[in-house]
């Protein structure tokens, strides 16, 4: 019985951190008394849309792997860019574990990158991605994934 209580109680838990990750207005277990944030279209879009998820082929010659972590809500990322002989990227990939916010940055981040040299590709940075999504204050550690 206790176990079957515990598996109840973990599930309930999940689902209340999964609806709060996809900006519901109210957790599933009560009724919040404020309003809750909501992610802007821009995440949502890119967390229901995201663009170029998946891996490029690590052994290739000019692929790169890049894989990054936000220790603050176990964020992970990893990024692979396809680069062409004049350095310029032709193609980026990524997988991310993490909440919407993180998704949508890496997914932008992606599109981004593309048709920009290494150098370029380089300048952009978390804020960039941060104000482009308006991500709150709160939610800037999950662009520094990107």
Known sequence: MAASAAKAGAAGLRRAASAICLGARRPPCRELSAPARLYHKKVVDHY??????GSLDKTSKNVG???VGAPACGDV???QIQVDEKGK????????FGCGSAIASSSLATEWVKGKTVEEALTIKNTDIAKEL??????LHCSRSS
Request: glycine share 4%; aromatic share 4%; charged share 25%.
């Open 77 to 79: 990322m990893k990024l």
């Open 65 to 67: 792997t890049g894989l």
């Open 134 to 139: 308006c991500l709150p204050p709160v939610k």
């Open 89 to 96: 990227i032709v193609d980026a990939r990524f997988k991310t």
């Open 48 to 53: 229901e849309n995201p663009r170029n998820v």
